[in-house]
């Protein structure tokens, strides 16, 4: 829930040099004449476009997904700038221009709703409110200008068709068929707020969607948004950008390239980072920065082994206030809180690696450390870890029973017993969910507006990581409330008595 620098927010930027005319793809075997028509009239917009600069690669038809990849034209040495696209090709397509295009194009009534938007968004998740205006601004913005400006039409007619014709399909087009296989999971959860979020939102744009020329341009806007989430650029120190025939580059986990902006040429540059021969594709890791949530949500598959894999879980609050302000602000700092809860972060890969047995010692161990029966020094320092981010969410659960924070500063120990059967109700309404929306795989024959039998997979995959995140965590926290309870209350009491 903390804010992070995303580094690419969706299909992440991929860069290509080489000049190539439009035989490199009339050539390739295309299902459809008109794909193949817009691919060929964008590939030979960009050959004529002196902002981009090619070198050592060329666009062909990638065995890796349903559409065009990058590949070595001759070999490349490491460290090599493969392609080079200056601020005249992405221009049109960032954030900042777009919003100045509404507002010159008589569209300020809308900016204000992104405003709005923005305003709204903040005070509970600042990284999804700048997300959002990033996305909403820049979609609007290429629904008009595909009206007004026939300049960029070989570029948003070559992007529509990729997100358009994709499997599986970008999660704010997929029905609810599709959506169902996440039902239940963290995951699946985050991305449906997202898509339920971006509906109301074009609903409230285009005058709810309540004739047929509205519904047309909510259904417009959805793919837009679509293209920008699954190819737009974002970084710290990069403008939130679509990046034209740079969003060629395909993933691999086992990447030989990556992407960088030149702030001083304000370009955006595609490198080797190993030696790549004449003929084999030049991939990006999109994973990089994301957890699953967002790979899914943006990506529409997750990457196993994902070391910065999160899922965040909330806690109810037994005393919540009666409006969010400032007597809520003490919580603020211990944890966000959304709906009535606050929320703590558990990291996949952490929680996954031990066996059941090495989590019932963790939290046997972590609770006589904090009941001072154990030196932590005496440790081992990724034990040392563990305990910190154990720590951090017993206060989580501490600051979720009390009413107040100087209850909360004056935590007695007796009341360490409530607070982890607070947290443990809470593991196990999650773990419910889970096993309430198990489904069986079926086959749909190729059927698009069903899940295929990829899809259920990885979400039968998602389903069974978050499950056995919960059930390693429910454990580790039963042990530590049992050894709490027999071997740190007993002495806690006798002090009180004593004293």
Excluded at 223 to 250: H, K, Q
Excluded at 368 to 383: Q, R
Excluded at 483 to 494: E, F, V
Aim: charged share 25%.
């Amino acid at each position: 829930m903390a804010t992070k620098a995303y580094r690419l927010l969706a299909r992440s930027c991929r860069v290509s040099t080489a000049r190539f005319s439009s035989s490199d793809v009339s050539s390739a075997p295309m299902l459809i004449d008109k794909r193949k028509a817009n691919a060929t009239t964008f590939f030979e917009w960009a050959h004529k476009n002196p902002g981009i600069t090619q070198r050592k690669v060329q666009p062909f038809i990638s065995d890796r997904c349903d559409g065009y990849g990058l590949q070595a034209s001759k070999d490349i040495k490491q460290g090599e700038v493969i392609l080079s696209v200056g601020s005249d090709v992405w221009g049109p397509y960032d954030t900042k221009n777009s919003k100045d295009y509404l507002i010159s194009n008589h569209e300020k009534d809308i900016y204000i709703l992104i405003e709005q938007l923005y305003e709204q968004l903040a005070p509970y998740n600042l990284e999804l409110a700048n997300d959002y205006v990033n996305i909403v601004s820049l979609a609007v913005s290429l629904q008009v200008r595909r009206i007004q400006d026939k300049s960029v039409l070989p570029y948003i007619n070559f992007v529509l068709d990729s997100v358009l014709h994709k499997s599986p399909p970008p999660t704010l087009l997929m029905n609810d068929e599709w959506m169902h296989c996440l039902k239940g999971t963290i995951c699946g959860g985050g991305i449906i707020m997202r898509r339920d979020l971006f509906n109301s939102v074009a609903r409230g744009i285009f005058e709810g969607g309540k004739n047929e020329s509205a519904t047309s341009q909510v259904k417009n806007f959805k793919e837009f948004a679509s293209v920008i989430t699954t190819r737009g650029l974002n970084g710290s120190n990069m403008p939130f950008a679509l990046i034209p025939y740079l969003d060629l580059v395909n993933h691999s986990k086992f990447n030989n390239a990556t992407i960088r902006f030149n702030d001083p040429t304000s370009s955006f540059e595609l490198y080797s980072t190993s030696d790549i021969l004449e003929g084999e594709e030049v991939f990006i890791n999109y994973a990089e920065g994301k957890g699953t949530n967002t790979m899914i949500y943006a990506h529409g598959f997750m990457q196993e082994g994902n070391p910065i894999d999160t899922i965040a879980i909330g806690v109810p609050l037994k005393h919540p206030p009666l409006q969010f302000g400032e007597e809520d602000e003490w919580r603020t700092k211990i944890g966000p809180i959304v709906e009535g809860k606050m929320y703590f972060e558990l990291p996949v890969e952490t929680m996954l690696q031990p066996s059941r047995s090495d989590w019932e010692s963790y939290g046997n161990f972590i609770a006589l450390v904090n009941g001072g029966k154990m030196d932590p020094k005496s440790t081992a320092a990724d034990i040392n870890e563990l305990l910190e981010l154990f720590n951090s969410i017993l206060n989580v659960a501490r600051c979720s029973i009390c009413k107040n924070e100087l209850e909360y500063l004056n935590f007695p120990a007796f009341e360490e017993e409530n607070a982890i059967a607070h947290l443990l109700d809470s593991i196990k309404d999650n773990i419910t969910a889970l096993k309430l929306h198990e489904s069986q795989m079926k086959d749909y024959k190729g059927d698009m507006n069903k899940p295929t039998i990829e899809w259920q997979k990885m979400c039968d995959s998602i389903r069974s990581r978050e499950l056995k995140t919960y059930s390693n965590f429910f454990r580790a926290m039963m042990y530590y409330g049992e050894t709490y309870k027999s071997s740190i209350l007993p002495d806690a009491g006798n002090d009180k008595k004593n004293s």
